[in-house]
């Protein structure tokens, strides 16, 4: 039974990570609320390259193979802001970023989460460049994708926790 969330948050997450499901298999997953269609994974990760994404210092998440993420929000607020702007923001309020595998176990198990024209950016993954995973809507579906760090876009925020419990 899920507990009642708006939207764009959810109380809490439970979170499976890589160590147990690989991220591909965990975009497959991911469903938007009126579809039917899995999730995919954009053309633009080369192959082997979602395993460099790693959570930045300070998102770690506790060591445990699935743990709670707590107070979740898709960020919608950040729409339209350049995502290092939003990150700094978040950071200032005490709120953590979310990583590649927080962001799809949100939108598997809170499916409205995502929406036309209210996606949101992890920007708890990184690889060391400007890359900054995002999850979005294309052809019916979600999409696992990355905007440039420096690059706003009008559809999409980024999302933040309140915190990690093992």
């Known amino acids: 039974m899920r507990a009642a969330a708006e ?6 997450v439970l979170v499976v990570t890589r160590s147990l499901v690989p991220v591909e298999e965990m975009v497959e997953l991911t469903r938007l609320e009126s579809g039917t269609k899995p999730g995919i994974v954009d053309r633009h990760y080369e192959e082997g390259s979602l395993a460099r994404f ?39 309020r005490g709120r953590t970023l979310l990583t590649i595998e927080e962001g799809l ?8 989460a995502l929406a ?3 996606c949101f950016s992890l920007g708890a993954s990184r690889c060391g460049d400007r890359r900054v995973p ?33």
Not at 7 to 12: D, K, L, R, S
Not at 66 to 92: H, K, N, Q, S, T
Not at 145 to 162: D, K, V, Y
């Open 7 to 12: 939207p764009g948050a959810a109380p809490f």
């Open 105 to 112: 176990a949100f939108v598997t198990q809170y499916p409205a």
């Open 54 to 92: 790693v959570p930045v210092e300070g998102a770690e998440p506790p060591a445990e193979p699935a743990y709670l993420l707590l107070g979740a929000d898709r960020g919608e607020e950040f729409c339209g802001a350049v995502p290092r702007d939003a990150m700094a923001a978040i950071a200032e």
């Open 134 to 166: 995002a999850i979005w809507i294309s052809q019916r579906a979600p999409k696992l994708g990355w905007c440039w760090e420096g690059n706003p876009h009008t559809w999409l925020g980024m999302a933040s926790a309140a915190g990690r419990a093992g």
């Open 116 to 118: 036309k024209n209210k």
